[in-house]
């Protein structure tokens, strides 16, 4: 049987990928100007997790 739709292995992968892609950005944007803290780090995974979310990904218990 074959999908043209990825599979949820590439979704994972694709999504990590731009999420990579997303915090490599911010991490040089962070650190270029304002020194980097717990916080703002939590508040990233969050982003990344809602990221999951919009894609209809489930965490399965696997929060960042």
């Known amino acids: 049987y074959y999908s043209s739709e990825p599979t949820n ?3 994972v992968k694709q999504l990590i ?4 892609k ?3 950005v911010w991490i040089e944007y962070q650190t270029g100007y304002i020194p980097l803290s ?3 780090i939590q ?3 969050k982003l990344f997790n809602s990221a999951k979310a919009e894609r209809g ?4 218990g696997e929060k960042f």
């Open 43 to 45: 508040n990233q995974a």
């Open 22 to 24: 997303v915090l490599v």
């Open 17 to 20: 990928v731009d999420m990579e």
């Open 38 to 40: 717990q916080n703002l």
């Open 57 to 60: 990904e489930e965490t399965a």
């Open 9 to 11: 292995d590439k979704k």
